[in-house]
């Protein structure tokens, strides 16, 4: 069973809703990571210094600007319950809904994960049709989505994560695929550090911000 301080496990609020987002302020999510790990042949990637600009400036100025949404991505927000109702019926499995977990020595790190299961976790994706059949035929999660959950059992502490693709439109047969990802604790090591070099890059970035403002 995953575990937590009463201080690292925020479960009583929704997921999207103001006071989620305001957990979330100026910290590094897993839905990111992959964005501080990118790099070009040159150095780092340009989605790792907009990602390191958009923390100091939620940072400084306290909000976070509200974030792109087009109809595919409501659908997944709007199937999502029933992908963890489909995973639940096809493993056995109960899953726990969680709102926000913070990494409990990296701070500034933290994740909300689809769901907990017993020593692991879920993390849902509710593509369109065409995506969903390539996620069956490759029969492995995307490596963004591969970070993310080695990103996520970074913060929780999990053995292990389910990647759950749903996509009630597809033939029965074909409308889910659960895929584990285990724990690689070697990958998780140079994951954290170069996280803990992003966070002090975010810092630097908010003090030069301050100053210009004369704060």
């Known amino acids: 069973m995953t575990t937590f301080t009463t201080e690292d496990r925020i479960a009583a609020i ?55 949404s087009n109809s595919a991505m409501e659908w997944g927000v709007a199937t999502e319950p029933q992908a963890r109702v489909a995973y639940e019926v096809s493993t056995g499995n109960f899953v726990d809904q969680i709102a926000f977990v913070n990494h409990p020595t990296i701070e500034g790190f933290g994740c909300s994960p689809d769901g907990l299961v017993g020593e692991g976790l879920i993390e849902i994706k509710c593509p369109n049709s065409a995506t969903h059949w390539s996620y069956i035929k490759a029969n492995e999660p995307p490596q963004k989505y591969i970070i993310q959950m080695q990103a996520q059992m970074s913060v929780t502490g999990a053995k292990w994560c389910d990647f759950v693709s749903f996509d009630p439109r597809m033939p029965e047969r074909s409308q889910l695929l659960i895929v584990r990802v285990n724990r690689d604790n070697e990958f998780i090591a140079e994951m954290e550090n170069d996280i803990k070099q992003f966070l002090s890059e975010v810092e630097a970035e908010v003090n030069l911000m301050e100053k210009r403002n004369g704060n």
């Open 14 to 68: 929704q997921q999207g809703t103001e006071e989620w987002h305001q957990l979330r302020l100026g910290k590094v999510t897993a839905s990111r990571v992959a964005d501080i790990l990118a790099k070009t042949k040159s150095g780092a990637s340009a989605s790792r210094g907009n990602y390191l600009i958009e923390l100091a400036l939620q940072r400084v100025t306290k909000t976070i600007e509200e974030s792109y």
